[in-house]
């Protein structure tokens, strides 16, 4: 009898792929789904990108948990394009679903950005959300003032890191190796710098409202910074968003603050400066802005444009850049060099002639570049999913050579004997609540590949080798 | 009383799904939906059956009267990007 039951290997477990995965259940629940993804522990940046201190948010674990526990598999610590080929994935499913995001981040491209003390944003986020490939970075915290460039909530959320409280960095998740070295930390400053105007700026209110009412911290906006140019005016008024509009009051309100003197660490959010140079013998010690003013750009939109002042120099001793996210190319998938996308419509990956790549998607940030937030990747992963159907239903795949699941299991158990299942996965988490718990911390987490692949290892012994494995 | 979202939201619209009237904004395919930062429940129209609260994956709904102060400012956020709304569509009439 014909195979009929369609098998779908989705790469990349982060929210794109674990909604990808929960809509395919409901929209095709015959669908035998395997998801595999490269580091030991699934849901990407929930658990890697996600503030600590945004425990609520993380919350999004257990509905994606839940997909695992009703049929999709899950084979992490496997890299799709190393330890199994694409062509591989193509001989084992019916289709393939690529949900692996923006790994690398944007640069500024000018002089000095890469200078020791000089990071991506991106970077220090992964570092103390306890990303495994991070956790040797050494963040030299011992400078008085930061400098964090860009104005989005990744800006944010480091600069709230950068100033919380130790007693309120141990209520979260933060990977112990960043909890111990913030607790020394010395900087008492973070300056954070948009390129364009308040009205413009990238925050969500709700961030930008929990800057100003951290625990004594004081938030500055010098009063000259709040007035709005008149491009920016009439933008606001005729087209401003809701979260544009609240941002301005909330920065209005915090120009009006009285200085407080017994603050233990001060925000400054500047306006309408772009970064340079960043200047140091060996490492950083200065970054040069520069002032721009708002001008209206032919489509429309509004940009900062560089004013000819002198810059001004501001003495610092640690720089995070944080201007976005960029995919980077796949092996043998094509890609989208002006995007940096995988070329899709609806979804459907296409070859450079623009015809659909047949049995080859996209979902999330790779599709349709690093937007919106974790909510997006569901309507998102409907659009993707439901062209899948579509050619399901329209029998426009073709069926896998090796159509068994036992088949892509042997291959793995030769390449890879240390993937982490479900079940694998469940041990870890369960190794990490158990120690938040001791320590009265929500999670804490195992940071090394090899702390998490034993965790892991422990749902494979007996039971009673358990035990140990959690202590 | 109303329910009210707080700033934790993350567009998840299994909310808008449970609804049964349609009180929370913007939706789907609404010209404001993408540029929205979270979902807002309108406290003129929601008839506080808890329907949201459950659905939610993040548990950004609450009761107004269990607002935890941290989000006290939820409240007045979620009646006003209703008034700036229907003034909106008054204006683009």
């Known amino acids: ?471 | 009383m109303s329910y009210v979202i707080v700033g934790s939201c993350i567009k998840d619209d299994a909310c808008i799904e449970v609804c049964p009237v349609d009180c929370i904004h913007p939706k789907v395919g609404a010209p404001d939906f993408e540029t929205a930062e979270q979902l807002y429940i309108d406290p003129q129209v929601c008839i506080d059956c808890d329907a949201c609260v459950e659905a939610c994956p993040v548990d950004a709904i609450f009761a107004d009267f269990e607002l935890p102060e941290k989000y006290g400012y939820a409240l007045e956020l979620n009646g006003q990007f209703f008034d700036e709304r229907s003034t909106a569509e008054r204006t683009a009439a």
């Open chain 1, 1 to 471: 009898m014909a195979r009929t039951r369609p098998r779908v290997a989705i790469v990349g477990a982060g929210p794109a792929g674990a909604f990808a995965a929960a809509c395919l259940l409901r929209a095709r629940g015959d669908a035998e789904i395997d998801l595999f993804e490269r580091l030991p522990t699934p849901w990407g940046l929930l658990r890697a990108g996600v503030a600590p201190d945004h425990q609520e948010i993380k919350r999004l674990q257990d509905a994606f948990d839940r997909t695992l526990k009703r049929g999709c598999r899950l084979f992490a610590n496997v890299e799709v394009g190393v330890d199994v080929s694409h062509s591989e994935l193509m001989r084992h499913y019916t289709a393939v679903i690529y949900a692996t995001g923006a790994q690398t981040d944007k640069s500024l491209g000018i002089p000095g950005e890469d200078l020791l003390g000089s990071w991506a944003a991106t970077e220090f986020v992964a570092w103390y959300n306890g990303h495994p490939d991070y956790r040797e970075l050494q963040f030299d915290l011992s400078a008085q003032r930061a400098v964090v460039i860009g104005n989005g909530n990744v800006a944010a959320d480091v600069t709230r890191m950068l100033t919380l409280s130790d007693a309120e960095l141990k209520r979260t998740d933060m990977a112990g190796h960043a909890l111990e070295a913030l607790r020394e930390s010395a900087i008492r400053e973070v300056i954070v710098l948009g390129r364009r105007g308040p009205a413009q700026a990238a925050f969500t209110s709700a961030e930008l409202r929990e800057l100003g009412h951290l625990d004594g911290v004081d938030v500055r906006v010098e009063s000259g910074e709040i007035e709005l140019d008149g491009v920016s005016q009439q933008w606001l008024d005729e087209e401003g968003t809701f979260t544009a509009r609240k941002n301005v009051e909330l920065l209005r309100e915090f120009a009006g603050r009285q200085a407080r003197r017994d603050a233990r660490r001060r925000i400054e959010l500047r306006f309408l400066c772009s970064p340079v140079k960043i200047r140091g013998a060996g490492r950083v010690e200065a970054i040069d802005v520069r002032r721009n003013e708002i001008v209206r750009a032919d489509d429309g939109s509004l940009r900062a444009r560089a004013l000819d002042d002198e810059p001004e120099t501001i003495e610092c001793g640690l720089v995070l850049r944080s201007v976005g996210y960029r995919a980077v190319p796949l092996p043998h998938v094509p890609f989208d060099e002006r995007h940096f996308v995988l070329p899709n419509e609806r979804g459907r990956v296409l070859t450079p002639e623009g015809q659909p790549l047949r049995g080859v998607y996209a979902v999330g940030w790779i599709k349709r570049g690093p937007t919106g937030i974790l909510g997006t990747n569901k309507r998102d992963a409907e659009e993707t999913v439901s062209s899948l159907v579509e050619d399901l239903h329209a029998a426009a795949l073709t069926q896998p050579a090796a159509p068994d699941r036992e088949q892509i299991d042997a291959l793995l158990a030769e390449r890879k004997p240390d993937v982490v299942s479900a079940e694998g996965w469940r041990a870890i988490d369960g190794d990490e609540l158990a120690r938040g718990r001791r320590k009265q911390r929500p999670r804490v987490k195992l940071a090394s590949r090899s702390e998490l692949l034993a965790a892991a290892a422990g749902s494979r012994s007996a039971a009673g080798s358990m035990d140990s494995a959690i202590t």
